[in-house]
């Protein structure tokens, strides 16, 4: 059978259901995996960015599964093609006449098992959906990340992205934004698991909570990461990790794994590596290493950092006074959703919903459970960045690195690394300019100056930085 006649039958099936011929591109795309060409290849080839080529490619396949009644991807394509067209039901077909229909060989693909026409995993997991939302919050209120959600939508829809950091601060918004997303688009996915891994860090666990969910049994229990991409392959998934710092150690540099949780490193180097239609999202205070060390223009990753609100809206919906005040009080708690219903219930509780009578007092308020949040994320910092992080409480303006320098007893590369550090858990304010500087949120001053004394005095003390 010549690539021709390959577009011939291919044509046909596209325009029975879509009304439209191959275009170019698409012609392309076919001719490309029928001639064993990864999407990179292709896409040199064609001028085209590889994440587009394979969602064309994707979206053929698709067409191509309903219309053949089998589960099509690019590594079942070719001998699915044969298959299908040796059979009596195509020979026979007044539709198909002028298709060659002796195809004994697919030429850059591994020979088919003759005893096992469709692949047992296929047929097991072919258009089953299964959800698992019991772990995903509730939304009640959503405000302002219209265009966050434009961005997810775009990484899972238009550009395959296989793995996506949310990030930011305790409270930012980081998992309403992904649950509002998926409330949106939930149809676009066969299966969606999300896991909360603060509840419970086993990767071998959560393998096995979806096997059992998808009622798939376990091939080879000593390999479920391979059955698992099988199933990324298969079906279009979506994966969700909220709480992933917890996978990472304590005291430490940000983003670093603890030893028993390495598995997880290699998932995420698979997830970017191996071909299929699947995603993973990770829901993070920290970004970890791994992400940071591939390059989003090479590999099909997107990490997305969330800032806070700057939307009156959610101060209208607690009910607060002095409306002209509120942008003011925004700026105080950056735009924060948690801290601002925090403070907004103490306002109302002590001034009467008054925002004017809070900010005439002196100095700025930590609620206990701004404090508690607070106390949590600093459990997790190293000394070095913790004597950084006192340092900078002490300037009241930007400083420089050249300043940190001459007021630490930290080596270079200690304090590079520990800047970079805090960055990563977004505790730190980077302004740009002549120089670059560096600088503490309002309510992270407070609460250093006020709570967090006592410990970095006793942890520099100690001689734990060193």
């Given at each position: 059978m010549t690539i021709t006649e390959v577009l011939q039958f291919v044509d046909r099936l596209v325009e029975k259901q879509t009304g439209e011929h191959l275009d170019d591109l698409q012609k392309t795309v076919i001719q490309g995996v029928w001639q064993g060409k990864s999407y990179n290849q292709i896409a040199d080839e064609s001028g085209y960015d590889k994440n587009y080529v394979g969602d064309v490619s994707r979206k053929l396949f698709k067409i191509l599964s309903e219309q053949l009644d089998e589960d099509i991807n690019k590594y079942n394509f070719c001998w699915t093609l044969e298959r299908f067209i040796n059979s009596e039901s195509v020979i026979n077909s007044a539709q198909f006449v002028g298709v060659n229909t002796n195809i004994t060989y697919c030429p850059f693909y591994p020979p088919a098992d003759p005893n096992q026409s469709i692949n047992k995993e296929e047929k097991t997991n072919k258009n089953r959906r299964y959800h698992d939302l019991t772990l995903a919050p509730k939304i009640t209120h959503f405000y302002?990340?219209?265009?966050?959600?434009?961005?997810?939508?775009?990484?899972?829809?238009?550009?395959?992205?296989?793995?996506?950091?949310?990030?930011?601060?305790?409270?930012?918004?980081?998992?309403?934004?992904?649950?509002?997303?998926?409330?949106?688009?939930?149809?676009?996915?066969?299966?969606?698991?999300?896991?909360?891994?603060?509840?419970?860090?086993?990767?071998?666990?959560?393998?096995?909570?979806?096997?059992?969910?998808?009622?798939t049994e376990l091939i080879q229990s000593d390999n479920k990461l391979t059955q698992f991409f099988n199933l990324l392959r298969q079906q279009r998934c979506l994966i969700i990790l909220d709480d992933v710092e917890e996978l990472f150690v304590s005291g430490q540099l940000a983003g670093q794994f603890k030893p028993e949780y390495k598995n997880y490193q290699n998932l995420m180097k698979m997830m970017t590596e191996i071909e299929h239609q699947s995603t993973l999202i990770l829901i993070s205070q920290e970004q970890c290493q791994e992400m940071l060390c591939l390059d989003e223009e090479l590999y099909p990753i997107k990490s997305l950092e969330l800032q806070g609100l700057n939307n009156t809206e959610i101060l209208k919906s607690l009910k607060l006074k002095d409306e002209s005040s509120w942008s003011k009080l925004i700026e105080v708690y950056e735009g924060n959703p948690v801290d601002l219903k925090d403070i907004a219930n103490l306002i109302k509780n002590i001034f009467d919903g008054k925002v004017a009578d809070f900010l005439n007092e002196d100095g700025i308020i930590v609620t206990k459970d701004m404090k508690s949040r607070f106390t949590e994320l600093f459990k997790r910092i190293s000394p070095i960045e913790l004597e950084i992080i006192l340092q900078l409480s002490k300037f009241d303006r930007p400083v420089s690195r050249e300043d940190l320098r001459e007021n630490l007893s930290l080596s270079s590369m200690d304090l590079m690394n520990g800047l970079q550090s805090l960055s990563q858990r977004y505790l730190l304010k980077r302004i740009e300019g002549e120089k670059i500087l560096f600088d503490l949120s309002l309510i992270v001053q407070v609460y250093v100056r006020t709570c967090c004394q006592l410990r970095s005095a006793e942890t520099i003390a100690s001689g734990s930085s060193g």
């Open positions: 302002d990340r219209t265009l966050e959600l434009q961005t997810l939508s775009d990484w899972l829809t238009n550009q395959n992205t296989r793995l996506i950091s949310v990030l930011g601060l305790s409270g930012i918004g980081k998992t309403t934004l992904v649950k509002q997303f998926l409330d949106l688009n939930i149809q676009q996915f066969d299966v969606v698991i999300w896991k909360i891994l603060k509840l419970s860090q086993s990767l071998d666990g959560i393998l096995t909570e979806i096997f059992t969910g998808i009622n």
